[in-house]
C-alpha cells in the first residue's frame, strides 16, 4: 500500500488493539505517532490513553493505558471494592463533569447525572499503571466498534419457526460470503435476520439454533 509519510498520528479506539496492527501501520506511516485511547458510549470522550512506543516488543496485550490528567480509573469488584494491582476487576471511569447516561449502581435516582460509570468492562492494573482490558462481565461484545447483546440475538433467533433454543458467539477468522441463516425444516425458509452475522472485519455474531432433538 501507500506510504503516508505526513501522517502525524493515529489514535485507536473501539475494538481490542493487537500489535500485528500496529506493526502493519508502522510498515505505511513510519513516522506516525500512535495511541490507544478508551472510552465508552456513555463518556463522552476517552479516559484512558498509551502511546505506544515503537521501540517496544510487539508482543501481549496493547495496554489501554493510563488516565487522562482530567479523568481517573480504579478498578472493583462485584462488591464495589478496589482490587490490588494485577487483579481483574470492573473498570471504573471517573468524569471530570456528572453525565447523564453514565452507570454508578450506587445512584438509586432515574435520570440523575453521575460522575462514575461503571463500564462493565473487566481490566486489570501492573505496577507501572497502565490499565490492560481483560474480557465483559455480561455476553455484550463488540463487533467493529458496535455493541452487539448476544441475549438479543438468541431472543429474535428463537422466534422463528422450528427452533427450541438458540445459541449465540463470536466467531473469529473471515466473514463469509452471506450471512447465516437459522433453517426452518418445516417451511424450509430462513430466518435470515434472525441469524445475522456481523460481517465485519473477520469477526461476527454466530447463532446456533436447535429444533426437537436435531440441530437446524
Do not use: C
Not at 90 to 105: K, N, Q, R, S, T
Not at 125 to 139: A, E
Request: glycine letters at 12%.
Amino acid at each position: 500500500g501507500p506510504r503516508l509519510t505526513d501522517l502525524q498520528a493515529i489514535f485507536w479506539g473501539g475494538e481490542r488493539l493487537t500489535y500485528s496492527i500496529v506493526d502493519d501501520w508502522r510498515l505505511n506511516a513510519p513516522t506516525a505517532r500512535q495511541f490507544h485511547v478508551f472510552g465508552t458510549t456513555e463518556t463522552p470522550q476517552a479516559f484512558l490513553n498509551h502511546e505506544i512506543d515503537p521501540a517496544a516488543p510487539s508482543r501481549g496485550a496493547v495496554p489501554l493505558g493510563t488516565p487522562l490528567p482530567w479523568t481517573g480509573a480504579q478498578l472493583v469488584d462485584d462488591h464495589g471494592r478496589p482490587v490490588s494491582a494485577g487483579e481483574v476487576g470492573e473498570i471504573v471511569a471517573e468524569l471530570a463533569d456528572p453525565i447523564l447516561g453514565a452507570h454508578d449502581p450506587e445512584v438509586k435516582t432515574p435520570n440523575t447525572p453521575v460522575q462514575r460509570h461503571f463500564t462493565g468492562d473487566l481490566g486489570y492494573q501492573l505496577s507501572d499503571g497502565r490499565f490492560y482490558f481483560s474480557g465483559r462481565r455480561d455476553r455484550q461484545v463488540k463487533i467493529n466498534g458496535f455493541r452487539e447483546e448476544l441475549g438479543e440475538v438468541e431472543t429474535v433467533a428463537e422466534r422463528a419457526t422450528g427452533v427450541e433454543r438458540a445459541y449465540a458467539m463470536v466467531v473469529e477468522g473471515q466473514p463469509r460470503s452471506r450471512p447465516a441463516g437459522i433453517h426452518d425444516p418445516v417451511s424450509h425458509r430462513h430466518a435470515g435476520h434472525a441469524a445475522d452475522d456481523r460481517k465485519r472485519q473477520g469477526r461476527r455474531v454466530r447463532t446456533v439454533a436447535t429444533g426437537g432433538n436435531a440441530p437446524l
